[in-house]
């Protein structure tokens, strides 16, 4: 077989779909401002209604005025904790509880309510990366001001039980949030089925654009703005709409809840042959994540006396782009804390590889990866200096 890209991070980012590409370019002409009150400012004005009614439908959110965009999912998760900071202010609750597992916006975000002050708890996960129930339920005290727990993760998939954390939180009388940054798209997500108060999206999970998210807020609940200035979305998020990162969005949501079932269905039966070939051909490996409440998409996949770097950088010279859960992108060396969260050590963390599939992986990308895979599994461990078998064994802790 020649080289070919073979693009496996569909986590990290999306490529935009053709049809909102499309919608995109014809909307660069839809220049006014859409809180204009002139005829073009109205017609903006329409269009960013109808992308709102798309968003909300695509969570199962009656009101689309609960509905408030943003700049993406770590701006609307930022809110939500500045929010509680606020909160704080006002109410005896003060205690925090979120997850050893969430985004760095989740967990910055929570640090920094730490350092204003606030009791933050990052709850234990188990080693397929659901939160410890127990824990959960000892923290989850009459002080609670906010339960923050991802609906899925970005490394290793795995899903969690929402509707039971939030119904826990709510007998508390704490608020609710879940990021649904990753879970959006990939499975069914329902605000009112999950009960939650506040929900996170980003588009460019969803083959929309970047720079474009969304911040449900149910009635009723708090929400204070991150960013200060005029009336735009009833004063919770200012500056000038943008209009053609919205009107994307409003369709790339609008597909993607309607083709939900479909690819639920294609991805996962990829993602499974992925998994069953990867483990039939290299021996050793660790499936990381939960074997069944997990994405369809995603497989992380720990390569014993292998280095992730090495492999990625291996896959890469291939024309196969994946992910590895060590930041060592972002100039740090350090394990993913989500693995080691689950349990995995060091060593079996260091050498992680994320493979997120998504709508434009096929079959025969997928039989390209299994044939190029287990060679530089073998050539990397050879010349490692731990074998695979014993760093199998000390690798999980
Ligand atoms: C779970 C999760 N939350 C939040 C974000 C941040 O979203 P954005 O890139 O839109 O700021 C990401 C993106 O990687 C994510 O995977």
Known sequence: MTKRAVYLDYNATTPIRPEVKKLMVEALDLYANASSMHEAGRRAKAEVEKARASVAALIGAANPSSV????????????VFMTMLEEAKKSPRRKIITTAIEHPC?????????????????LPVDDNGRIDMDVYGKELTDDTLLV?????????GTIEDIPLIAKMAVAKGAYVHTDATQAAGK???SVSDWGVDYLTLSCHKIYGPKGIGALYVRKGVPIEPLIRGGHQENGVRAGTYNNLGIIGFGMAAELALAELPEYNRDVRRLRNMLRDEISARIPYVRINGHPTEVLPNTLDVSFPGAEGESILLSLDLEGIEVSTGSACASGSLEPSHVLMATGVGPELAHGSIRFSLGKYTTEEEIRYVVEKLPPIIARLRRMSTVSAESAAVVGHK
């Not at 929570?110 to 990052?122: I, N, Q, R, S």
């Not at 923050?148 to 290793?156: P, Q, T």
């Open 148 to 156: 923050s727990v991802m609906a899925a993760n970005n490394e290793i």
């Open 106 to 122: 989740v967990l910055n975000s929570a640090a920094h309510l730490h350092d204003e002050g606030l009791p933050v708890v990052f």
């Open 187 to 189: 499975i069914p997500v």
């Open 68 to 79: 408030y965009f943003t700049s993406g999912g770590s701006e609307s998760n930022n809110t």
